[in-house]
């Protein structure tokens, strides 16, 4: 009765009112939680995000890339060519901040916001205000998106370009310039993140086949136009594509590796020698397999839903890319689109989501575990959200007001409790079990190594714990234009000094493999850091007297990640 009772109480007072109060106050909570310790959660810089930042303040100082390529289109990096989208999208940032986290995150900060707000329009536009409300506050408080909204990676800067390049692609269905304005979007989505170059034509085809009434209504010549807009937008990335440069990162991530193609391919004809074991077991079954097999993976319960990413870095422990109660409104809202679609008359509207979610997988289908990537498959969110938000807005709308109550109520509790819980483990938990993932210790000791390395001749640096250069000239803030001077290669020769394979910045700074023992390398007057997992395995040695620890870095639980040291 007194459950009954309060319900009741609820449904006399002014939600007219009080419902406005609480959407704006969730946004305003879910903003302040998205730039809420940026500097400090995730726990540290990871390689391709300090890479980022590299690049970016190199082309702040120098107008090059960190190897010397002004202002390029594809950027390249140490160990593979970039897009340049989230690169240059940092310059401001750095400039602003300067060389750290805040620096370097915040872009994907800024577009998660842009995302929201992209979203909030797109669902209004194809079924109205209170539906793209509530699917912008799904949004807002989505584990997926939070997560690559508070890390430089470019799944974080993709979305608002495809987004608001539907958006404005539905609008254009009505008024022509918007045409043009999504044809630049979608084009620009290509240079943000390579799993675009493939979603966007399939997508933008869809679209066209869906609204080819509404779109051919302008005439060959404005059609040809967009065409044109289009094909000088993507010049550089086709050219750029035709020499080799944007697919050689796709190769090295393709599903499975030629050899292991070729093993598997053997391994099944062993019971079948004859023209089945041929036409059944060959390369294009094989694939075929895997690929499927990735994408049907990728819908599974268990990624979406249950554990996520099997990467740390791709989602937070106890949790998959979307919450819990997200799969029962999931369901609610797929039934709801799918009999709307089909119904008659049909709206083509109906049909976007159905279309972006199947296709969406695709990309990342292509690529070694693509079917639990969530940086890949980060593309499946916004159709998610949506039927996620569709279904909350269908127990809206019960029509037993005490039966709508009491769900939408529980509804509500249950959101409330596992978002407030995803939070307490994204920030308390999750930095703190993932810290090797991560690659924390850097920053610590390489700031400490800056601080003392006027005093010594020589600095002998680990690099193969992780690579070092590019983490050294991060957090040294190196003088870009310097380093181009000086930089000849970082790969690996014997014996650049005595006890030491790897390579040397000027005359003063070695990255590299320290050989055994370690207390062989360097004289007085060098200063050298040393991995606790590759080097110093016991750190008894600095008890023997020939080496003077001066500093040791460690992660959050007190485990040693590197030691710094002097001989004497």
């Known amino acids: ?25 969730a946004f305003l909570l879910g903003a302040y939680f998205r730039i809420w310790q940026i500097n400090r959660v995730p726990i540290s810089l990871f390689g391709d995000e300090l890479d980022v930042g590299l690049q970016a303040n190199s082309i702040l100082t120098t107008g090059k890339d960190y190897l010397g390529t002004s202002f390029p289109v594809l950027f390249h990096s140490f160990a593979e060519y970039r897009l340049p989208m989230q690169l240059y999208m940092d310059v401001p940032f750095i400039k602003l901040f300067g060389l750290n986290e805040t620096g370097v995150r915040g872009p994907a900060v800024l577009m998660g916001f842009l995302t929201i707000l992209a979203f909030y329009l797109l669902v209004k536009e194809l079924v109205g205000k209170k539906l793209g409300i509530i699917a912008s506050l799904f949004m807002t408080f989505s584990p997926w998106h939070f997560n690559f909204s508070r890390e430089a990676n470019d799944a974080g800067i993709l979305l608002p370009f495809i987004i608001f390049g ?39 085809l869809g679209l066209l086949i869906i609204f080819r009434r509404e779109v051919f209504s302008y005439g060959i010549k404005k059609l040809m136009l967009v065409a044109l807009i289009t094909i000088l937008f993507l010049g550089p990335y086709l050219l750029w594509t035709v020499k080799g440069k944007t697919i050689r990162r796709i190769s090295d991530i393709s599903v499975a590796p030629a050899a292991e193609i070729v093993a598997r391919v053997e391994n099944e004809r062993v019971f079948e020698h004859g023209i089945l074991g041929r036409l059944f077991y060959n390369k294009a079954t094989v694939i075929t397999s895997l690929v499927f097999s990735n994408y049907m993976q990728s819908f599974s319960s268990n990624f979406l839903f249950a554990q996520g990413d099997p990467n740390p870095r791709g989602s937070i422990d106890e949790f998959g890319e979307m919450y819990h109660f997200d799969f029962f409104l999931v369901l609610i809202g797929v039934v709801l689109i799918v009999l709307a679609a089909t119904s008659k008359p049909s709206k083509k509207l109906n049909w976007i989501f159905p279309l972006w979610l199947i296709l969406a997988p695709i990309p990342s289908s292509l690529t070694q575990g693509g079917g639990t990537h969530a940086s890949r498959l980060i593309l499946m969110l ?39 819980r995803f939070m307490n483990r994204y920030f308390v938990v999750w ?24 005093s010594y001749n020589r600095v002998y640096l680990n690099s193969t714990h992780e690579p070092m250069l590019q983490r050294f000239l991060f957090w040294y803030g190196y003088d870009m234009k310097l380093f ?44 050298i850091v040393a991995s606790a ?36």
């Open 382 to 420: 916004p159709p998610l959200i949506f039927f996620s938000a569709a279904g909350f807005d269908f127990l809206t709308k019960l029509k037993r007001p005490l039966v709508r109550n009491i769900i939408v109520i529980l509804v509500a509790l249950v959101m409330v409790f596992e978002v407030s």
């Open 484 to 527: 181009q001077k000086q930089f000849e290669r970082d790969t690996f020769s014997d014996n650049i000094a005595p006890s030491f394979n790897g390579f040397k910045l000027g005359s003063k700074y070695y990255f590299g493999d320290i050989k055994k023992p370690v207390e062989n390398l360097g004289e007085h007057g060098d200063l």
């Open 166 to 204: 539907t958006y404005l692609f539905l609008k254009g269905l009505k008024n022509y310039k918007y045409l043009i304005l999504s044809a630049i979007l979608f084009s620009l989505s290509i240079y943000s993140y390579a799993v675009s170059s493939l979603f966007v034509p399939l997508f933008v």
């Open 1 to 25: 009765m007194d459950a009954c009772y309060a319900i009741r109480m609820v449904d006399q007072l002014d939600m007219k009112k009080i419902i406005p109060i609480i959407v704006i106050a």
């Open 431 to 454: 930095p703190n079990e993932t810290w090797r993932q991560w690659q924390y210790g850097f920053k610590e000791t390489l700031q400490y190594v800056k601080g003392i390395d006027g």
């Open 533 to 568: 997992v590759k080097d110093v395995t016991n750190p008894e040695i600095f008890n023997t007297g020939k080496l003077n620890l001066i500093f040791t870095s460690r992660g959050p639980d007190g485990t040693p990640i590197f030691y710094v040291y002097t001989k004497n």
